[in-house]
């Protein structure tokens, strides 16, 4: 096994991963450190690294079967399991709070980002522990958002969706405010407030004051890391527990390319 070297970012989550290439085979005990570290530590990044979009691909395959991501216009044609994050392809940064492809059965254990292009100020990646999150709420309302589900589909302000991606991926699909994560045991405040349609037994408008009214008192300074890039980084999101969101303050005229996939993970559930 490869010298793994695990230290942390910040006090709530976040930890830099030393003594992994990821462009080469990752044996079953390094695959087994990475994914209790993702777990852990909620969010991984990994520097300096110099991938194939094939390499890339195969890594991160450690931490979950690659899934296909539903605004396909973005994909890779080669690797649609890849897909780029550009906003010269028309793409506005993603700058609200949110977890990853909510509107699945089986959503993503991980959302990964490989950095190819990075501007040279501003353009960063913020990640929220929602673990920490659920702890901080009073137990009523712990014990309220454990009741509570939300329905889910494709967002709703996005205009240039393909039909073909409506159609796959625009039924409601209905997931636990609160969930128990598979590798830890712990519990998770989880929703994404632009592709829930709603909580159950509550009104469109009074479910998205909610939201949000959740989110500003939720996400403080405290329980976020923020990824400053850097050219060749990779960071890993688990997206069982945490929300992430863009920063779009940086000069458009510089080019910013990610990369992003995302691996499959269980159905949430409540334990
Ligand atoms: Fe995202």
Redesign the pocket.
Known sequence: MAALQITPLHPSLGAEIAGVDLSRPIEEPTREALVRALADHLALVFRDQSLTPAQYLSAVSVFGPPMEQHYSQHNMPDLPLIGLIWHRNGQRP?ERW???HTNRERPPAA?ILYGVEIPSAGGGTSVANMRAAYLALPPDERRRLESLTTFNSLDSDHTDTRQDDRDKYGKPIEHPMVRTHPVHGSRAVYFHITKATHIAGMTPEASKAYMADLLDRMIRPEIVYHHAWRKGDVLVIDDRATM???HGDYDRSQSRVLWRIIVEGDRPRLV
Request: aromatic letters at 0%.
């Open positions: 993603a949110h977890t990853d959302t992430h969101r863009a």
